[in-house]
């Protein structure tokens, strides 16, 4: 790319969320000039103030450094993109209402960035995309006049662990040419400390594979579970056994709430770039977002839920996270309520003024799950009556009335 004056080395668009925060927030610490562009105003006034909208672990030390060099800048107006080097767009592709991918909100951020984009930059996806989405783009780029450099170098980390991953995993980069590959490889050399190189379509399959693997895990825990428990047995038992001395078995997890803003939309983009011949992934959407009615039926048989108040514990997608996006907690909230029960929710880390404290919860419920496994339910204290369902095997079991369904 050719030499230009660049008021910043890189910017991230939806740099206040929790993809882009990360991000920008370690390049700021290398040295280089970011800036967090975000139509969020609220979050990146908390950034700038000195404090991340989110949980993340070894955040805030990061974020004071990159306030305190002064290489951390905030802007909501879309001109101040023509100024940097490389802009990271974090924007993927969600799907629809019948689980096929939404190009359109690809496409409608890059109509509202395309005035202020020129062909000596570098434009980078780092969200989820469906395949052939990289391409698609600088497609569409092109026919509007527009030839910057196209990457797509996918983000992999645990959400709450961005922070420590970023910086510990190895990168994948691809490039629509061997120059955008290249540039986009020295920029996340500053951060990580392995670059992969593979095509775009490589990339996009890459990270799909991964949360749909993970997805595909997840599900064969539950469908053991729901197994298990139709025969009248304790699964919990049944998989430490299985565990125990084994190494082959040490990666199964325990069953639970599979969910998050990833692992199944992006198993249904596998799906739907199929031809819908991905039955894998079609089984384990349907295991593990069946879970919750599977419980609420469980239940169902024992009580009339409409004599029945029922509280959730926990509203997180995950343990030890403030982030509820696509939690299926919720989904069980709505199940439960239109069945008759009367239901109410806490969280330890989610924020909102319709919970109260599992303290509040316990004292007021008849039933209590687990729709979470928080650290801080590992030392419940139960009142004397209330019955506990808890697919995590988290609760203590000296206290838990009920620790497994069987009916």
Request: hydrophobic share 45%.
């Amino acid at each position: 790319m050719t030499q230009k004056a660049w008021t910043h080395d890189v910017a991230v668009v939806g740099g206040a969320g929790h993809i882009g925060a990360p991000l920008a927030i370690l390049m700021a610490t290398k040295g280089l000039r970011t800036l967090i562009y975000d139509i969020n105003q609220k979050s990146m006034d908390q950034i700038a103030a000195g404090t991340l909208p989110f949980y993340e672990e070894g955040g805030q030390p990061l974020l004071d450094q990159a306030l305190a060099m002064g290489t951390l800048d905030f802007s909501a107006s879309p001109a101040t993109l023509s100024g940097c080097a490389h802009v990271v767009i974090t924007i993927g592709t969600p799907i629809d209402e019948f689980h096929n991918p939404l190009l359109s909100v690809i496409t409608s951020c890059m109509k509202a960035l395309l005035p202020h984009l020129c062909d000596e930059q570098l434009l980078i996806l780092r969200s989820t995309v469906f395949p052939g989405v990289t391409d698609y783009l600088c497609r569409f780029l092109a026919e509007n006049g527009k030839h910057p450099g196209i990457a797509f170098c996918p983000e992999r980390v645990v959400q709450g662990l961005g922070f420590k991953e970023i910086q510990t995993l190895p990168q994948i980069v691809s490039g629509t040419t061997p120059a955008a590959q290249e540039a986009a490889s020295r920029l996340f050399s500053r951060i990580a400390p392995t670059i992969v190189r593979m095509v775009p379509a490589e990339a996009e399959f890459a990270k799909l594979i991964c949360n749909a693997y993970r997805y595909i895990q997840f599900a064969a825990a539950n469908q053991f579970f729901v197994m298990a428990e139709a025969a009248g047995l304790n699964y919990q038992r049944i998989l430490e056994g299985v565990k125990r001395d084994y190494p082959r078995a040490a990666g199964l997890p325990g069953p639970g709430f599979a969910a998050g803003p990833g692992l199944m939309k992006d198993t249904m983009q596998l799906f739907a770039f199929s031809n819908n011949n991905f039955m894998l992934g079609h089984v384990a959407m349907t295991v593990n977002e069946g879970l919750p009615n599977w419980v609420v039926e469980k239940l169902r048989a024992k009580r009339d839920l409409t004599r029945t108040r029922v509280g959730i514990l926990g509203m997180a997608f995950k343990a030890d996270c403030d982030d509820s996006r696509e939690s299926l907690s919720y989904k069980l909230g709505k199940i439960l309520r239109f069945h008759g029960a009367k239901v109410s929710y806490s969280d330890e880390f989610v924020s909102d003024p319709t919970f109260v404290t599992k303290e509040e919860l316990l004292a007021s419920s008849d039933v209590v799950i687990i729709g979470v496994p928080h650290t801080a339910y590992r030392s419940l204290q139960v009142p004397p009556g209330v019955e506990i369902i808890d697919v995590w095997n988290v609760a203590p079991v000296r206290q838990a009335q009920t620790h497994r369904l069987a009916a």
